[in-house]
């Protein structure tokens, strides 16, 4: 069955970087668009970064990490990553990934077929 697992979440201090990755298994990766969202306590699933499918590497980003956060795919490990840099408090949330056949890397969590199980991000002031 297809499988999302995100890691690399953890606890920084404003200002510091992470390197979240989502490895993926059970579905052809190169065919399926990758997103990454986040859900802060009380507050609704946010879409953060998109990735095409296939070797297009197009992509997409929120406005709030745009030029701070940057998400990236390898179609031979089956990973997708996004790099978060310069993270404040704001930034803290569940981040998850998810996988869309044939997708452009949406904002939509709606257009996501899979989604994993989520990692924390807590940034400290």
């Known amino acids: 069955q297809v499988q999302l697992v995100e890691s690399g979440g953890g606890l920084v201090q404003a200002g510091a970087s992470l390197r979240l990755s989502c490895a993926a298994s059970?579905?052809?990766?190169?065919?399926?668009?990758m997103g990454w969202f986040r859900q802060a306590p009380g507050k609704e699933r946010q879409f953060v970064a998109g990735i095409m499918w296939g070797r297009d590497r197009r992509t997409a980003y929120a406005d709030s990490v745009k030029g701070r956060f940057t998400v990236s795919r390898d179609n031979v490990k089956n990973q997708t990553y996004l790099d978060l840099n310069n993270l404040s408090p704001e930034d803290t949330a569940v981040y998850y990934c998810?996988?869309?056949?044939w997708g452009i890397g949406s904002y939509r969590a709606r257009d996501y077929e899979y989604w994993g199980q989520g990692t924390q991000v807590t940034v400290s002031s």
């Open positions: 059970g579905l052809s990766f190169s065919r399926y668009g």
């Open positions: 998810a996988a869309d056949l």
